[in-house]
Nanobody, 115 residues
Framework: QVQLVESGGGLVQAGGSLRLSCAAS????????MRWYRQAPGKQREFVAV???????NYADSVKGRFTISRDNAKNTVDLQMNSLKPEDTAVYYC?????????WGQGAQVTVSS
């Protein structure tokens, strides 16, 4: 069982930046595909960004060019750098670790962007 703990959320003005971090209890998360998802009030959870075990990345169109996902396997962490934040980025952000048949979620971190 892998435990994921997100940190770094908070309140920021539009145009500002935040950096989310996901710390994993697993001794070696390098084998996992790591993703960030988000869920805004009244909406379904949606994909934000992914980084593979060999550090290939992909992003949702809504965040491309503004968000950057990265991983540090030595520290068992995955970060999401969020720049040029918009009010529509307001959501609870979740870290996810996936490798068939395992799928783990963190408890979420609130990000609120004021206009």
């Amino acid at each position: 069982q892998v435990q994921l703990v997100e940190s770094g959320g908070g309140l920021v003005q539009a145009g500002g930046s935040l950096r989310l971090s996901c710390a994993a209890s697993e001794s070696d998360i390098s084998i996992y595909v790591m993703r960030w998802y988000r869920q805004a009030p009244g909406k379904q959870r949606e994909f934000v960004a992914v980084i593979t075990s060999d550090s290939r990345t992909n992003y949702a169109d809504s965040v491309k060019g503004r968000f950057t996902i990265s991983r540090d396997n030595a520290k068992n962490t995955v970060d999401l750098q969020m720049n040029s934040l918009k009010p529509e980025d307001t959501a609870v952000y979740y870290c996810n670790a996936w490798r068939i048949p395992r799928n783990y979620w963190g408890q979420g971190a609130q990000v609120t962007v004021s206009s």
